[in-house]
């Protein structure tokens, strides 16, 4: 551009009078938004300094319910547990996902109808999942019916009563439930690759899956931040799941924070040291997520 161009472009620019109107559009949301999310956010860091029980007024004690939850073994059970959950289901819901996307991107009959059948896990109530499933798992259940048939003996594995597979058995439910929701998004990206880079990838000699390696995951890491980001925050706020299918039994062996947290708020009612649970489960959360965008940089997307 000319510099007397941009200065003319200034000029305009300088005449212009300030305009109102988009804030205005922009005010209901920042409302809602301010009565939802940022006040139960502050209300909540409030309310970790005091002793409330919803009955009478907030009683400030400092930092004693932090002190308290440092000395909580229970807590770090369920810390734990979550970790737990972190560590096995955000793998399986980074990479299966990108897996099925690439199946089910290609050009095949009825490949509409098998994009269905995957993401109908996610339409699921989680109430009708956790209840179906519980039945799968039962010592009676379709699993141990099927192994039975493959081992030719009868098998009665406590999926859901034993402390050792309880997680794991609940943790499959989440990832169940979760791929067809990340296969969607991954699908996304896949359908932005131009056709031509794999041509002249076929060309060069890549071709199957190694295209893939040399192409699509390069392309695909924007994508692959975004499903680690949010997979990562999920695991560490299993709830539903774990509180339909076991209660955090056996032996608190499935119990997570966010469970935790509600037995505190809403069974014990000791709504200050539940908050201090949320307030330190948010900056758990948070370093995940800065780690995830340290370790997974966008910009080594290879071009």
Known sequence: MQPNAKLNLKKQNFGKKFSWTPYLF????IAFLC?????????AIYLSFTNYDFVGSPEFIGWKNYLNLWKDQT???????TLTYLIFAVPSLVILPLALAILVNQKLRSIKFFRAVYYFPVIVSVVVAGIAWKWVYAENGLLNYFLSI?????VKIPWLTDPKTAIFAIIAVVIWRGVGYYMVIYLAGLQAIP????????IDGSDGWQKHWDIT?????????????????????????????????PANSTK???YYLYDKG???????????IGVFLFLIIFVVSILTFKFINPAQTIS
């Open 75 to 81: 807590f770090w059970k369920t810390l734990s547990n």
């Open 26 to 29: 922009l005010l209901p949301a």
């Open 195 to 202: 056709a031509d880079l794999y041509e002249a990838a076929a």
């Open 266 to 276: 809403f069974t014990s009612l000791e709504m200050g040291y539940a908050s201090a």
């Open 35 to 43: 009565l939802t999310s940022f006040l139960p956010v502050f209300q």
């Open 256 to 258: 997570t924070v966010v």
């Open 217 to 249: 995951i390069p392309l695909m890491q924007p994508y692959i931040i975004l499903v680690a980001v949010i997979s990562s925050i999920g695991a560490m706020k299993v709830f539903e799941e774990v509180y339909i299918m076991s209660q955090g039994g």
């Open 150 to 154: 493959i081992s030719w003996q009868s």
